[in-house]
């Protein structure tokens, strides 16, 4: 185990690129909400409906479709970091 996270430390010390794929991944993420955010309001000043059952129908399917982008960037963000980890690991010959 102590290997483990001295081959870790040494990883991520050589290559940066690990913190800025998980960085890049969450601030995707929260740049989506915020988008997310804007349109259902844009969205919302111009309905005329104050039925609830009208708005949800409405949202729905468009938060869905922000909430899978978000969750593509995660994944995406986390196969960068894990490509990134695995060719540093390679390059130091690290078992």
């Known amino acids: ?13 050589t290559n940066p690129k690990i913190y800025w794929s998980v960085i890049v991944g969450i601030a995707s993420c929260l740049i989506l909400y915020i988008a997310e955010i804007v349109h259902i309001q844009n969205i919302l000043g111009q309905m005329n409906s104050q039925e609830a059952t009208v708005i949800r129908a409405v949202i729905d399917p468009i938060a869905q479709r922000y909430q ?3 969750v593509l960037f995660i994944v995406l963000a986390l196969i960068w970091s894990n490509f990134q980890y695995r060719k540093t690991k390679k390059m130091l010959n690290l078992a």
């Open 1 to 13: 185990m102590k290997d483990f996270f001295l081959n870790f430390t040494k990883i991520l010390e």
């Open 68 to 70: 899978w982008s978000r």
